[in-house]
């Protein structure tokens, strides 16, 4: 039987927006086993990314649990949590959120270094030929198209060993075709390490791709 990594309990999450009270996720379940994937899909506004952002740790749900590797997440304190994001827990957002200063070589080691980890450079440039930019190591990010920018921030992400990505529209701000070669290094990547993956897409074709889907 396959390990469970993610487990989400009964999540429910509510806004208060203008006056009025907005229950946003009405007590969403779900499990996710070590190397599985999962697309999150819906319309805008059903939730989709307040989903992730609860299961990932980065908010806290008004009632229900998540527990990632057996620990209740609502119950860790944010420099636990910090830990977690670093070293068992990556990150693709819609946005690059790239340094500006460093280039792509430093902002894929940036995690290696907070962590002092040893061997930085070294994995950084192995994580930065995966996406294939071993060329544009030295260019900063104003130099770097969009579609290069999004793979040196998976490279960043995956550079850790991450037993988890979360994709939160990872292919948003990218042309069709850019996108579609975002996906094969995305699922590629994350297969050949074993992560998880909990991805959030409008992008029919692209959720297909992932082991099981859920439509908010």
Do not use: C
């Amino acid at each position: 039987m396959a390990e469970i990594i993610l487990e989400a309990q009964g999540l429910v999450k509510v806004f208060e927006t203008g006056g009025k009270t907005v229950r946003v996720l009405d007590g969403v379940s779900l499990t996710l086993s070590k190397g599985e994937s999962l697309a999150i899909t819906g319309p805008s506004g059903s939730g989709k990314s307040t989903l992730l952002a609860l299961l990932a740790g980065l908010e806290r749900p008004t009632q229900g649990r998540v527990f990632f590797q057996g620990a209740d997440l609502n119950a860790l304190s944010e420099n636990q949590l910090s830990a977690l994001w670093g070293r068992k827990i990556g990150f693709v957002f819609q946005s690059y959120y790239l340094l500006p200063a460093l280039t792509a070589l430093e902002n894929v080691r940036t995690p290696l270094d907070i962590a002092g980890a040893h061997g930085a450079e070294k994995k950084a440039e192995e994580w930065l030929a995966k996406v294939g930019l071993s060329h544009r190591a030295g260019h900063l990010p104003s130099q770097l198209s969009g579609g290069e920018q999004q793979r040196v921030a998976l490279a960043r992400a995956m550079v850790s060993g991450p037993e988890i990505l979360f994709a939160d529209e990872p292919t948003g701000n990218l042309d069709t075709r850019t996108g579609k070669e975002m996906e094969e290094i995305l699922f590629s990547l994350v297969r050949e390490h074993g992560s998880a993956l909990v991805l959030v897409t409008h992008e029919a074709d692209f959720a297909k791709r992932a082991d099981r889907g859920l439509k908010l």
